[in-house]
């Protein structure tokens, strides 16, 4: 038989792609539409993660790709099960978090018959993705999931959505389609580097902003071996921090707005900021000063400043990597009269417990392990109390920040860094949007410390409410016993009353080295600490 001749099932065609580029996990809810793929997953070594919720699937697809460095792989079915996806989906394109997305849908003869479960899905994903494709044939689904993949790996980053109605998934192709090469489209020329390079020998205060791109493009060393190197001074976006550690003395910690103040008065006195890898949002430009800007990223449309380049980090910098720079010993000592760390009090010994000493003691003794924090008052603790010396040491889904993230994202992490002690800082509000993702804690055996930060209340909607209204409305909340719903699912649970036992239940429950709960009482009425606008 001429090899030409052989065929295989679009479906099976779709996951020997995801084994042929090492995908390990696909986290996953199944349905009527999607269940050809689902067939052809049990037979692959690609371990499905059946999460509890749709949106637990995108959030965990995501926490995955931000603590392994690559991309993550959700899978819902049609109609309710897709648009349940559009949390996380958005969560993750805002963030550039690259990111495979499949859906099932009805098939090709139902479509736009408004047939049950029949929606314009691929319209809606449209503006929270990099693409959203409607696969008509099996051939064109094929080549499209081997583009978005190839493109991750030179171009911008961010969630793709390939939406597969289930007579394609079920209709067989050559199998010879899956050994077509394909080109990634982006263009990387690096055009403007002889440009940078003059700028930054002219330089006489330099300095680095990385953004996550630099993670991305799996460009942490090389970024680092400049920086040492040239002894240029580093920023970061929220999301990179720990690409250099935060206790290195080349290190100025976060710039913008929650930014240290050594940080944003070098964006503010420096003659030249070398962005790379990052996006100019509206929090980080409050850190910046009227200075010149070489901007590095592969995305095209969100480059800024006076020198664009399209392109990768990590030929960007072995581009520049021999060069001749001005000495920088002046422009370091005048940054270290300037803090990089928060003057944050933390020695309360109130009952209820502070929220500042609840998290000081929480990552005191979880040193080195991953923090994921979800959204709530905690989050501003935690930026300002972490100290992240590894990248993606602390994760957050900053640009978006959806309360319910931090429980899903937590389980995509462990399954990413098996090896490190994972830890959940969640308030009491975001914990109960996802808490039915204990279930695969519990189900996978995951040893996963979850710190509920419990206050009865949304406590940031809650303070805001007082600053500007009349009254509160609607921010108290009436929660049920977290340690009794974490039993039903055969989870170790504790409650915390006493600021003095946080740091020895968070060690002894990282030590049990299983899925633990730790529920932390604290202060209803500590508001957080709000950001000074930089003029």
């Known amino acids: 038989m001429n090899p030409s001749d052989h065929k295989i099932r679009c479906a099976d065609a779709l996951i020997k792609i995801l084994e042929s580029d090492n995908v390990k996990f696909i986290f996953g809810h199944p349905g009527e539409q999607i269940l050809p793929f689902y067939d052809a997953l049990r037979k692959s070594d690609i371990e499905h993660v059946l999460m509890r919720h749709e949106q637990g699937a995108v959030h965990a697809a995501d926490g995955y790709a931000r603590a392994s460095g690559y991309f993550g792989v959700c899978v819902a079915t049609a109609g309710p099960g897709a648009l349940n996806l559009t949390m996380g989906v958005a969560t993750a394109f805002k963030d550039s978090i690259p990111m495979i997305v499949i859906t099932g849908d009805v098939p090709r003869d139902l479509k736009g018959q408004n047939t049950f479960q029949d929606i314009n899905i691929v319209d809606v994903f449209k503006p929270i993705t990099l693409e959203s494709f409607n696969i008509k044939d099996p051939e064109d689904g094929v080549v499209k999931l081997k583009m978005a993949i190839n493109s991750f790996k030179n171009g911008k980053t961010g969630p793709i959505h390939l939406n597969f109605p289930k007579d394609v998934l079920n209709e067989n192709i050559r199998e010879d389609v899956m050994d077509h090469e394909v080109e990634n489209s982006t263009h990387v020329s690096l055009n403007g580097t002889d440009d940078a390079i003059k700028l930054i020998e002219m330089s006489k205060r330099p300095l680095i902003l990385a953004g996550t791109g630099v993670i ?3 460009a942490v060393e090389e970024l680092r071996d400049f920086i040492l190197k040239y002894k240029i001074p580093v920023t970061t976006t929220y999301s990179a921090r720990g690409v250099l550690p935060e206790n290195n003395p080349l290190c100025l910690g976060m710039i913008g707005l929650r930014g240290t103040t050594a940080a944003n008065y070098a ?24 200075t010149k800007i070489i901007h590095i990223n592969p995305d095209g449309e969100v480059l800024d400043g006076d020198i664009k380049i399209q392109g990768d980090a990590g030929q960007f910098l072995d581009k520049i990597s021999n060069i001749n720079i001005k000495n920088t010993r002046e422009w370091l ?5 300037h803090k ?6 933390t020695d309360y010994h109130d009952v209820p417990i502070k929220p500042q000493r609840a998290i000081k003691e929480i990552l005191d003794a979880s040193d080195e392990s991953i923090t994921i924090s979800d959204a709530g008052t905690h989050t501003t603790w935690v930026t300002l109390l972490k100290q992240a010396l590894q990248p993606s040491e602390l994760i957050f889904s900053g640009g978006f920040g959806p309360m319910g993230y931090g429980l899903p994202a937590a389980i995509g992490a462990k399954l990413a860094k098996p090896q490190k002690k994972v830890v959940l800082i969640v308030g009491d509000g975001g914990f109960q949007m996802t808490m039915e993702e204990l279930a695969v804690i519990a189900q996978n055996k995951l040893p996963i410390l979850i710190c509920i930060i419990n206050n009865c209340c949304l406590g940031i909607i809650k303070q805001w409410q007082n600053m500007h209204y009349s009254k509160q409305y609607e ?12 039993k039903a699912y055969r989870i170790r649970a504790e409650r915390i009353e006493s600021p003095e036992e946080i740091f020895k239940s968070v060690k002894n429950a990282l030590e049990l080295d299983e899925p633990y709960l730790i529920d932390m009482m604290v202060d209803k009425e500590e508001g957080i600490i709000l950001p000074k606008i930089i003029s």
Not at 277 to 282: A, I
Not at 333 to 337: D, I, M, W
Request: hydrophobic fraction near 40%; charged fraction near 30%; proline fraction near 2%.
């Open 216 to 218: 991305w493009a799996h």
């Open 333 to 337: 000592k005048e940054l270290e009269n």
């Open 340 to 345: 990089r760390t928060f003057d944050v009090k």
């Open 475 to 486: 921010v108290e909340l009436e929660n049920p016993d977290f340690i009794e719903i974490a």
């Open 267 to 290: 964006g503010g006195s420096c003659d030249l900021i070398i962005a790379i890898g990052c996006r100019f949002s509206e929090r980080t430009k409050i850190g910046i000063g009227k």
